[in-house]
Nanobody
Framework: QVQLVESGGGLVQPGGSLRLSCAASGNIFSFDVMGWYRQAPGNEREWVAIITSGGSTNSAGSVKGRFTISRDNAKNTVYLQMNSLKPDDTGVYYC?????????WGQGTQVTVSA
């Protein structure tokens, strides 16, 4: 059973930074891609960023230049570095991991950007 555990969320002021972590229970090389979605209250889940097993990355236009996704294979962990945070970045951030046959989700971590 694959488990993804997110951490690092919290309350931060506009312009601040947070780093989210997603620790996987297995070798992350077994996943074709890993990434992050987020969901604000009353909104649909929104894709944020992705990293492939080969290390290629991409991110949504709304976070490009502010958020960076990375991975530490030795720790089986994917990170989301979030800088220059805005109130619109508020929401629950979910880590996901995908293989050909299945997609796995973490439980989510709350990020609140407010003065």
């Amino acid at each position: 059973q694959v488990q993804l555990v997110e951490s690092g969320g919290g309350l931060v002021q506009p312009g601040g930074s947070l780093r989210l972590s997603c620790a996987a229970s297995g070798n992350i090389f077994s996943f074709d891609v890993m990434g992050w979605y987020r969901q604000a209250p009353g909104n649909e889940r929104e894709w944020v960023a992705i990293i492939t097993s080969g290390g290629s990355t991409n991110s949504a236009g709304s976070v490009k230049g502010r958020f960076t996704i990375s991975r530490d294979n030795a720790k089986n962990t994917v990170y989301l570095q979030m800088n220059s945070l805005k109130p619109d970045d508020t929401g629950v951030y979910y880590c996901y991991a995908r293989r050909t046959t299945a997609t796995y989700w973490g439980q989510g971590t709350q990020v609140t950007v407010s003065a």
